[in-house]
């Protein structure tokens, strides 16, 4: 069993990203979204970022991916934040080859979430995300790769009425010394992505915009406590 904690932190950065009349009425842009109060002027720039909150990650692993052709473990993550709180389930998979250069990686996520908007409202949400990413060991200590992400929203709890799809697909990059690791990654949302379900007003430009970007920054940093 994996014993592991976070500190998370947040950046929200909008500047006229919402397109859709049903957000910004009779003007053709707007301001706004997940993170962004209600009270701030749609017509400028919002951005403010600190400190969102923690997570304590717990990992239990059922075979081992250096010994069995394919390792699994069970995941779980719960999380409480300034902008959520969350409880996260995920079925991880694993297999290597080439001497464990190269290892091929699945996840399979579902998650409970109530959403803390600035008014006080909290919304809950759930999602669906299918995780796939394979990354080579390409010099001692460093490792790269590619990573895609296919993601579902609803609208409630345990995966009712969904509301949002999208895909995301990017780099990874891994670099790991004795007593310390960094992993790195970057998802770029992919132009295709639905909304439905009464969530039409998130989505513009073929693309997924409620608590979702174009681009996803994913940064890393781990120790030992041992």
């Not at 859709?20 to 109060?37: I, L, R, S």
């Not at 409620?210 to 681009?215: A, E, G, I, P």
Request: net charge negative; with cysteine; glycine share 10%.
């Amino acid at each position: 069993m994996q014993l592991a904690g976070y500190i998370n932190s947040y950046y929200t950065s909008a500047n006229q990203n919402y397109t859709n009349p049903e957000a910004c009425g009779d003007t053709p842009t707007c301001t706004g979204g997940y993170g962004v109060p209600s009270s701030h002027d749609p017509s400028t720039a919002y951005r403010r970022g600190g400190i969102e909150g923690g997570s304590l990650e717990v990992i239990y692993r059922i075979t081992n991916p250096v010994t069995s052709p394919v390792g699994v473990g069970l995941y779980l993550e719960p999380t409480w934040g300034r902008n959520k709180d969350e409880l996260e389930a995920r079925l991880l998979l694993q297999s290597n080859f080439i001497d464990d250069h190269l290892v091929l990686a699945g996840n399979i996520v579902v998650a409970n979430e109530r959403l803390k908007f600035i008014e006080n409202n909290n919304v809950p949400e759930s999602m669906l995300d299918f995780l796939v990413g394979a990354s080579y060991r390409f010099a001692p200590k460093w490792s790269a790769g590619v990573e895609a992400r296919f993601h579902n929203d609803y609208s409630e709890l345990n995966l009712r009425n969904q509301v949002q799809r999208a895909t995301f697909i990017g780099p990874n990059f891994h670099y790991a010394e004795k007593d310390w690791w960094l992993t790195g990654a970057w998802r770029y949302q992919l132009a295709g992505g639905t909304c439905m379900g009464g969530g039409e007003a998130e989505c513009s430009n073929a693309r997924v915009w409620d608590s979702h970007s174009v681009n996803e920054f994913i940064l890393k940093v781990g120790f030992p406590l041992n």
